[in-house]
């Protein structure tokens, strides 16, 4: 396969090759065939073009898709449209967007009159819809844009688009129909009963279905109106009227439109009020029940409209501030198989690694071996991979189009991969045949490990002689060891014994972040641990917190809060055994947060203090010298946010200092780049003075 060209062309040769990529992706994209290029590449790609001919005008391609509806990879269709469907010019930043609405305030000689609506767009494929008296008569693809294709066929199919209105309106809806996640999972359960092939990701899905005539089984889209327009002689008055008002219109007659969806349509006065809603939108996007690619803004007033008015593509009273690309199509390298703490064995796919908003996604969750069989994934697939927000990746599914023939089946286990029992394949999540206790000796060794309890000398095999002769069933058990149990292990002297006993004895007084991370709660290894701590102060704290409280820790959302909550309550014997056995269940120096506790008033709740690194983002790199040489990464993250500061593990926008010892490597080279303050571990010590252990 020869390289994607995402920079712009050298010569004349490889612009045309440019050219020839992206008029194949487009084709592709819009008829719901599969491409090799995702949104992202091809937005790439786009601009590299667009770069090129600047500086070569006399070298444009007739068929460059730079300045044409759909990148001009569309064929037209039989049916006229009422006016042009445009397609809509992009932003990627507010800086961008800013530019934007000064171009715009020049055309009007002012600006806007009655500010900008603000509405998701919506990633589906675009539809008008005719309304003649009340009845849905025609459906029509947008096409080149002057032509579409008639698609009448798919009416009565498409949730938000009924056949027949409460009011006898004749006018022009036009949308976006996509396929939600939930009607994108069902299809391909469908189509998986049919035997056909996986939709590699919901907007190709919906473009297919959308085209298909005779399929022995329906598939469900939903609509969402984003214009209404005149039609013939009807309902002239929508063109005089401001967009918001239209849509309210639209809605009132029966017809879905993007103010209905969770992120409704908002009116903003200005551009600043503009990006804030833009980035609220990017926040609730990962929780919305469709796939959004961004967020259009239009200049509400119908006379700002027309003065603006059009360039050959798109309309200058409206922009697309597209937000970074949530799936891409990378490839499937292995499946992983882990055995939880209750013995499920869980898939996990290993993906070539690729970035998604603004991460690096390697691995991602697959639910069970009947998923994969229904998904028809193999090894060596490319597949659709969908990450947002804080949500763990999923593969939506391979893009079958792109095989080679050189894929390979995924082979399942035959038995436990962690003690090697039967595995119990009576569900479609398999477990293995011992369930709990199949992950009982993994979940001590973790507990009592260097991050968390920190019990130097129970090693691997103390502790499973610990748990062969039934002396110890999980990790609290450590603590009420006494001599004489100790004593009766095989190869365990007086000396030994009272060394162990003694570091366990010690290991009661650990902070309440080793403590709770010692719990192995699904969804927080050591920083989400400390964090949790330093937010409640003690463990009765965080049993109290409800799903939202937990969201008022960095790092959580929703979707871990929730597991969190439960994993907590499941957990509440072994907390309860830990309390008893006397294990300290606070974090020093961190005041309890409880429930309807806001984190209150000066004297009510004393303030932790600043510390020198207040309302940093630290990260910490390659091996510490001096002062810090002795301290695990577990210790240096504690040490930073004693001093107030945060520990995080990759450098990003956010990072504000990076530690850089020894050998460090691409993260020292990132922070360079994004101009992040770098400093040595002995310039850090200095930094911490007296905090330091
Ligand atoms: S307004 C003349 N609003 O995005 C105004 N378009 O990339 C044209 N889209 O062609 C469109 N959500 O198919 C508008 N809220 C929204 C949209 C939206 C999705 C689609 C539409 C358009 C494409 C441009």
């Given amino acids: 396969m020869t390289e994607i060209i995402t920079a712009e062309p050298a010569d004349a040769e490889s612009y045309a090759r440019a050219v020839t990529e992206a008029t194949a992706a487009s084709a592709a994209y819009y008829s719901g065939g599969d491409s090799r290029l995702d949104d992202a590449t091809y937005d790439r790609l786009a601009r590299a073009i667009a770069a090129y001919e600047a500086e070569h005008p006399t070298e444009i391609a007739p068929a460059s898709p730079t300045g044409k509806v759909a990148g001009g990879a569309v064929p037209a269709g039989e049916v006229e449209h009422s006016a042009r469907m445009m397609s809509l010019d992009n932003v990627f930043d507010g800086a961008e967007l800013s530019a934007w609405a000064e171009s715009l305030a020049k055309r009007l000689g002012g600006p806007v009159t009655s500010g900008y609506a603000v509405e998701p767009k919506l ?61 994108f999972e069902q299809a391909n359960l469908t189509r998986a009963e049919f035997g056909a092939t996986p939709f590699a990701n919901p907007r190709n899905g919906a473009a297919g279905t959308l085209r298909a005539k005779e399929r022995p089984y329906v598939i469900e889209m939903t609509f969402w109106a984003y214009s209404g327009l005149p039609l013939e002689d009807g309902s002239a008055e929508l063109a005089a009227l401001p967009h918001s008002q239209v849509m309210e219109i639209v809605a009132a007659a029966g017809v879905r439109t993007t103010a209905a969806t969770p992120v409704g349509l908002r009116t903003c006065a200005s551009i600043d009020e503009v990006r804030s809603r833009v980035e609220e939108i990017a926040v609730l996007r990962a929780a919305l029940p469709f796939g959004i690619d961004g967020v259009v803004i239009k200049a509400d007033d119908p006379a700002d409209q027309e003065k603006a008015g059009f360039s050959s593509r798109a309309p200058r009273w409206a922009i697309a501030y597209k937000l970074p690309a949530v799936e891409r199509v990378t490839r499937l390298l292995a499946v992983e198989w882990n055995v939880g703490r209750t013995g499920v064995i869980a898939p996990r796919a290993v993906l070539e690694p690729v970035e998604i908003d603004g991460s690096t996604v390697t691995y991602a969750t697959l639910h069970n071996p009947a998923d994969i069989t229904r998904r028809d994934l193999r090894i060596g697939d490319q597949v659709t991979v969908y990450k947002a927000g804080d949500i763990i990746p999923r593969i939506e599914a391979p893009v079958v189009q792109l095989r080679t023939g050189e894929e390979t089946a995924i082979d399942f286990p035959t038995e436990c991969p962690r003690c090697a029992s039967e595995i119990d394949t009576g569900q479609e999540r398999w477990r293995c045949v011992r369930g709990r206790e199949c992950g009982q000796l993994a979940s001590i060794r973790y507990a009592v490990a260097r991050d968390c309890l920190d019990i130097d000398g129970m090693g691997q095999q103390l502790v499973a002689q610990l748990v062969a002769s039934g002396q110890v069933s999980d990790f609290a058990d450590v603590f009420t060891l006494d001599r004489g149990q100790l004593l009766a292990l095989e190869r365990m002297g007086e000396v030994s014994a009272d060394k162990l006993l003694a570091t366990i004895a010690a290991a009661k007084d650990r902070p309440l972040n080793r403590v709770f991370c010692a719990l192995g709660v699904l969804g927080t290894g050591r920083s989400i641990s400390r964090r949790i701590a330093r937010h409640f102060g003690t463990m009765e704290a965080i049993r109290a917190a409800d799903a939202a409280a937990l969201e008022g820790v960095a790092g959580i959302g929703a979707e871990k809060a929730r597991v969190v909550v439960a994993q907590i309550a499941e957990l509440a014997p072994l907390i309860d055994k830990l309390t008893a056995a006397g294990v300290n269940m606070a974090e020093p120096g961190v005041p309890a947060r409880m429930p309807g506790d806001d984190g209150g008033t000066a004297e009510a709740r004393p303030a932790v203090p600043a510390g020198p690194l207040a309302d940093l983002t630290v990260v910490v790199t390659g091996s510490m010298t001096g002062a810090l040489a002795e301290l695990s990464r577990t210790a240096m993250n504690e040490l930073i946010e004693s001093a107030g500061g945060r520990a995080s593990s990759s450098v990003s926008k956010k990072t504000s200092l990076l530690v850089a010892g020894e050998k460090a490597g691409s993260k020292r080279a990132k922070a360079e780049e994004l101009g992040i303050r770098v400093i040595a571990p002995d310039e850090f010590a200095e930094l911490l003075g007296d905090l330091l252990p």
């Avoid at 025609?138 to 938000?160: K, P």
């Avoid at 009011?167 to 396929?179: A, S």
């Fill in 123 to 183: 990633d589906g494929v675009a539809v008008a819809a005719r309304y003649r008296k009340g009845r849905l008569e025609q459906l029509v693809t947008r096409g080149d844009g002057s032509h579409g294709e008639d698609v009448s066929h798919a009416i009565g199919t498409i949730a938000g688009l009924p056949e027949e209105l409460d009011t006898p309106v004749t006018f022009e809806v036009r949308g976006e129909v996509l396929l939600t996640t939930e009607q």
